[in-house]
């Protein structure tokens, strides 16, 4: 099952939330700032304990990282980190399916069965909403055919948002 809210992922009751992280997985602006902030001190904690694949990056763009909520209502924080978006051309499409793949694939793994996402790479990262939401959707619905049993929440931060989600998510053009 997949809905779409307009809300604030931080006050979700789901088993995991997907924060839209950056690489160094520390904090940031947009939804990652308010998830750290929401999940207290001890998730900047948990994040730092996460192995650096190379210097400065404990998740490289497309891979997902999972941590305990501790302050939220959610059991996990899934950390993804979504591509920078330059002109399409970049791999990013490729790279922005991987974000979805790979946590749902990693809230499978930890007995999740329910996932709120936010709007991965759409803010600072600037991808544009309508192909986002467009990998988002069919990436979700890939996954979900696989596991019925999950359910997937968007959680657009906007009226704007959720309505091209709804609109991608029921086939209208």
Do not use: W
């Not at 947009?30 to 998830?35: L, S």
């Not at 709120?116 to 990436?139: M, R």
């Amino acid at each position: 099952m997949t809905q779409v809210i307009k809300g604030d992922i931080t006050t979700l009751k789901v088993d995991a939330i997907v924060n839209a992280a950056n690489q160094v997985m520390l904090g940031g602006g947009g939804v990652d700032g308010a998830i750290h902030r929401a999940a207290g001190r001890e998730l900047f904690e948990a994040c730092l304990k996460v192995p650096e694949v190379r210097p400065g990056v404990r998740c490289p763009t497309g891979e997902a990282r999972i941590t305990p909520g501790f302050k939220l209502p959610a059991k996990y924080v899934i950390h993804t980190v979504g591509p920078v978006y330059r002109d399409g051309t970049k791999g990013e499409a490729e790279k922005l399916a991987n974000c979805y793949r790979n946590s749902l694939a990693l809230a499978c793994e930890n007995g999740c069965h329910t996932v709120a996402f936010p709007c991965i790479s759409t803010g600072v990262y600037g991808y544009p909403i309508e192909e986002a939401s467009e990998i988002a959707v069919k990436e979700t619905k890939a996954f979900l055919d696989a596991h019925p049993e999950m359910e997937v929440i968007f959680c657009c931060f906007s009226e704007k948002d959720k309505a091209v989600y709804e609109k991608i998510l029921n086939g209208k053009e």
